[in-house]
């Protein structure tokens, strides 16, 4: 297989690269962080004029025709510059609900406000007793004319509080587990019966809780089938898995660079740390984790292109477990080699650790995903 990127993903590369390293320094991203929402618009106005809201999108729709592996090499560079703006909820998750199961309609509604940043997403999903199960659902969606209402309460909407738009998981029919009965529901954040519980995330990020008591939307709010819409949300959802894999990847890759900055700088007793063997072997074990995190990466990224979901399933839970393990090893001896300032919110590096954690526990922690491989058979 040949991983070397084309000339046009080389220069999407240098443009998203070339764009964050001049706008997202830690002190620019410390002031990003106290806006409403928590999140720069002038940022996401910005990814918008470089075209990179539009990567994924067809050409017929306004978009770029992208792939799988435009989308992990800006994920990557989101990871590097701990960007928190909305890109994977609006553009990856609720984008990909569109492109993949959007009709004509619901694709003119939406899609040409995600692509020039006048309008952000946020995927309602998890619930208090669904875990990681994606069709655990007890919010119910039941039909009224040709309407739907919809009650229940979705927990740690990401991008919930600026969100003009929310997608939500609901019940039709059937039992609390039941694998039918499950539909996709666009549903405007401001509708009447919506409520939203605000709050920031460990790692800079702020969600929402929201309750949804009888609210109502119209026919055109459904995406796909109402009734059998659990094979399109594992789809989207291992599509979030991989880009989350990438993002993970450039937060590691910058961790390493970070802490071998410090080990080449940092004196004790009149003595470059760096200079010590043992120092040097566990950066090296940073290395090695980096790099198998990264192969992994690109695994789950060809993954996403399979049509068989078994495959995909497969493929996508290796890679979320490696790299959790990556991730957990980097974040800690990124830690210990910075010492005590590692642990101080004024040091970079403790930063990176936080959402390395988050992103393992998001959409299915490594017990979890090991078990999906385990019970899947031997890797394909």
Same mark, same amino acid.
Request: proline content about 2%.
């Given at each position: 297989?040949?991983?070397?990127?084309?000339?046009?993903?080389?220069?999407?590369?240098?443009?998203?690269?070339?764009?964050?390293?001049?706008?997202?320094?830690?002190?620019?991203?410390?002031?990003?962080?106290?806006?409403?929402?928590?999140?720069?618009?002038?940022?996401?106005?910005?990814?918008?004029?470089? %075209? !990179?809201?539009?990567?994924?999108? &067809?050409?017929? +729709? $306004?978009?770029?025709? @992208?792939?799988?592996?435009? /989308?992990?090499?800006?994920?990557?560079?989101?990871?590097?510059?701990?960007?928190?703006?909305?890109?994977?909820?609006?553009?990856?998750?609720?984008?990909?609900?569109?492109?993949?199961?959007?009709?004509?309609?619901?694709?003119?509604?939406?899609?040409?406000?995600?692509?020039?940043?006048?309008?952000?997403?946020?995927?309602?999903?998890?619930?208090?007793?669904?875990?990681?199960?994606?069709?655990?659902?007890?919010?119910?969606?039941?039909?009224?004319?040709?309407?739907?209402?919809?009650?229940?309460?979705?927990?740690?909407?990401?991008?919930?509080?600026?969100?003009?738009?929310?997608?939500?998981?609901?019940?039709?029919?059937?039992?609390?587990?039941?694998?039918?009965?499950?539909?996709?529901?666009?549903?405007?954040?401001?509708?009447? %019966? !919506?409520?939203?519980?605000?709050? &920031?995330?460990? +790692? $800079?990020?702020?969600? @929402?809780?929201?309750?949804? /008591?009888?609210?109502?939307?119209?026919?055109?709010?459904?995406?796909?089938?109402?009734?059998?819409?659990?094979?399109?949300?594992?789809?989207?959802?291992?599509?979030?898995?991989?880009?989350?894999?990438?993002?993970?990847?450039?937060?590691?890759?910058?961790?390493?660079?970070?802490?071998?900055?410090?080990?080449?700088?940092?004196?004790?007793?009149?003595?470059?740390?760096?200079?010590?063997?043992?120092?040097?072997?566990?950066?090296?074990?940073?290395?090695?984790?980096?790099?198998?995190?990264?192969?992994?990466?690109?695994?789950?990224?060809?993954?996403?292109?399979?049509?068989?979901?078994?495959?995909?399933?497969?493929?996508?839970?290796?890679?979320?477990?490696?790299?959790?393990?990556?991730?957990?090893?980097?974040?800690?001896?990124?830690?210990?080699?910075?010492?005590?300032?590692?642990?101080?919110?004024?040091?970079?590096?403790?930063?990176?650790?936080?959402?390395?954690?988050?992103?393992?526990?998001?959409?299915?922690?490594?017990?979890?995903?090991?078990?999906?491989?385990?019970?899947?058979?031997?890797?394909?």
């Amino acid at each position: 297989m040949d991983f070397e990127l084309s000339e046009e993903q080389r220069l999407l590369k240098e443009s998203v690269d070339g764009l964050l390293a001049n706008t997202y320094d830690f002190e620019q991203r410390k002031r990003y962080i106290k806006e409403n929402g928590g999140w720069s618009k002038l940022i996401w106005q910005k990814l918008a004029g470089q %075209g !990179l809201l539009g990567v994924p999108f &067809a050409e017929s +729709d $306004g978009g770029f025709g @992208a792939g799988a592996v435009e /989308t992990m090499i800006i994920m990557e560079a989101i990871g590097r510059a701990l960007v928190l703006e909305p890109y994977l909820p609006t553009v990856v998750i609720c984008g990909g609900f569109l492109r993949h199961g959007g009709s004509v309609a619901q694709k003119v509604a939406h899609l040409p406000s995600i692509i020039d940043g006048s309008r952000t997403l946020a995927f309602a999903q998890l619930e208090k007793s669904s875990r990681y199960d994606l069709y655990d659902i007890t919010t119910s969606a039941k039909k009224r004319g040709k309407g739907w209402v919809i009650d229940g309460e979705k927990l740690v909407v990401i991008n919930g509080q600026s969100a003009e738009t929310l997608v939500v998981t609901a019940r039709s029919r059937g039992a609390q587990r039941d694998k039918g009965g499950i539909g996709v529901f666009l549903v405007p954040a401001d509708a009447k %019966g !919506l409520t939203k519980k605000i709050y &920031a995330t460990q +790692d $800079g990020l702020h969600a @929402a809780d929201v309750t949804f /008591t009888s609210v109502e939307v119209g026919a055109e709010a459904v995406v796909g089938d109402p009734e059998n819409a659990l094979s399109l949300i594992e789809r989207v959802v291992d599509e979030a898995r991989a880009a989350l894999c990438a993002e993970a990847v450039g937060a590691m890759d910058e961790s390493l660079k970070i802490t071998v900055e410090y080990l080449k700088t940092r004196k004790q007793f009149g003595v470059l740390i760096g200079s010590f063997q043992s120092l040097r072997h566990r950066a090296a074990d940073m290395f090695v984790a980096l790099e198998q995190a990264r192969s992994m990466s690109m695994l789950a990224t060809m993954a996403t292109n399979c049509d068989d979901a078994a495959d995909r399933l497969q493929l996508v839970a290796a890679a979320k477990v490696q790299i959790a393990r990556s991730g957990k090893l980097i974040g800690e001896e990124a830690i210990q080699l910075h010492g005590g300032i590692g642990m101080t919110m004024d040091a970079r590096i403790g930063h990176y650790f936080k959402r390395l954690t988050m992103v393992e526990r998001a959409f299915g922690d490594p017990g979890y995903h090991l078990r999906r491989v385990s019970e899947s058979g031997p890797l394909v």
